[in-house]
T-cell receptor, first 113, second 113 residues
Framework: GESVGLHLPTLSVQEGDNSIINCAYS??????FIWYKQESGKGPQFIID?????DKRQGQRVTVLLNKTVKHLSLQIAATQPGDSAVYFCAETSTGTASKLTFGTGTRLQVTL | DGGITQSPKYLFRKEGQNVTLSCEQNLNHDAMYWYRQDPGQGLRLIYY???????QKGDIAEGYSVSREKKESFPLTVTSAQKNPTAFYLC????????????FGSGTQLSVL
């Protein structure tokens, strides 16, 4: 667990600023997408999901944007806090089955004070 | 509180030894999954189960075995045939095997002595 996340792309953001984490996917048939947050040594936590019939979905302090034309997904975190520091990764599926979720490798978010 | 419990948090395996990782859920979910997480890689599916007494191989099942005798429990055995077992192992569950988000346990870090 502690070694997960080595060599990942890192985004450094100052506390209070907005963060944008990106995810590209390759399967144009993908129609369900999920963002997870993983803190060091812990299991992933669900943040937000979106289906392909939407291009934007908002949660508490988070927004997911889906651009199917360029196969791109982004997670926006408003007013980033130190507790947001973690590895974030996206997952997608085209088959409607959770067993066929494809997970990205993740981006490490570092929040500086 | 409902959730997924994995144990132990850390596990060490000797050469030629089989070890079993425990996963218990009290979410009343039908589907359960085992993933392997290596540094810099996305989660990879080892095995999954949709109902009691039934399970299917995932993408990297070789060297692993599972059982699903109870709805709540889905233990994973890492056999001696798995030559590179060092990884972070994550158990997850979902209500059913459809477009449902996965809930993850806190993981088990397996290392080879």
């Amino acid at each position: 667990g502690e070694s997960v996340g080595l060599h990942l792309p890192t985004l450094s953001v100052q506390e209070g600023d907005n963060s944008i984490i990106n995810c590209a996917y390759s399967n144009s048939a993908s129609d369900y997408f999920i963002w997870y947050k993983q803190e060091s040594g812990k299991g992933p936590q669900f943040i937000i999901d979106i289906r392909s019939n939407m291009d934007k979905r908002q949660g508490q302090r988070v927004t997911v944007l889906l651009n199917k034309t360029v196969k791109h997904l982004s997670l926006q975190i408003a007013a980033t806090q130190p507790g947001d520091s973690a590895v974030y990764f996206c997952a997608e599926t085209s088959t409607g089955t959770a067993s066929k979720l494809t997970f990205g490798t993740g981006t490490r978010l570092q929040v500086t004070l | 509180d409902g959730g997924i419990t994995q144990s132990p948090k850390y596990l060490f395996r000797k050469e030629g030894q089989n070890v079993t990782l425990s996963c218990e859920q009290n979410l009343n979910h039908d589907a359960m999954y085992w993933y392997r997480q290596d540094p810099g890689q996305g989660l990879r599916l080892i095995y999954y189960s949709q109902i009691v007494n039934d399970f299917q191989k995932g993408d990297i099942a070789e060297g692993y075995s599972v059982s699903r005798e109870k709805k709540e429990s889905f233990p994973l055995t890492v056999t001696s045939a798995q030559k590179n077992p060092t990884a972070f192992y994550l158990c997850a569950s979902s209500k059913w095997q459809g477009r449902e988000k996965l809930f993850f346990g806190s993981g088990t870090q397996l290392s080879v002595l």
